[in-house]
């Protein structure tokens, strides 16, 4: 009889330790990144720490997102609630991985068109593997696609691609072996370019 009493002591000590494992494990999926630093002076912005699933900070709202020749995939977007003019942000995802960071504007101008929807129009958006290694951060200036840095297992520097901003296309592509550079190719048009090795 105290063999079974001890065994289901024992049991019921694992169980709940796994418990509380599950429990730290969802606070950490859920965790809310929230820190707020206003200017001091007039050369300073307002920068601003949040998270995505901050119900307070964003509205969530899933979605089937229908694509030609592909099935319709359920997809997630957020909103800001109530966006802060001229803050700069950095924003994470649910699992407390930095997703993108950039000023949030409510009225921005190129080349004297002014465009008076409130947007992020010059950040940089982080991807990482399923591992959670970062993988790539993407720069987008004016609102348009600037430039893609990839990164290796080891966080280090594969290649940088650089993007027309107005038409979009890829210009050069810079390859890195070991952080440094090793070659470039120039295109000159989709599927044609020059390669040049660096001199190192």
Known sequence: MKIIYSCLILI???????????????????????????K????????LWVSQNDTSV???EEFMAARPCSKPELQTRYELIS?????YYFIYDDQGKLFMEG??????TYEGITTNNGNFYNTKNYSYNDDGVLTTIHYMEDGR???????DKKKKLEKIRFIDKKTGETTKIEFYDDGLLEK???????DQYTTVKARN
């Open 145 to 151: 696609n600037l430039k893609t840095e990839s990164y």
């Open 184 to 190: 470039t190719r120039y295109y000159t048009s989709f």
């Open 83 to 87: 966006p802060k003019d001229n803050a």
């Open 58 to 60: 964003f509205r969530k």
């Open 12 to 38: 019921v000590s694992i169980l709940s330790c796994n418990f509380s494992r599950k429990e730290n494990n969802a606070d950490k999926q859920k965790k809310i990144v929230s820190k707020i630093r206003l």
């Open 103 to 108: 000023k949030y504007t409510s009225s921005y």
């Open 40 to 47: 001091t002076n007039k050369s300073e912005i307002d920068t």
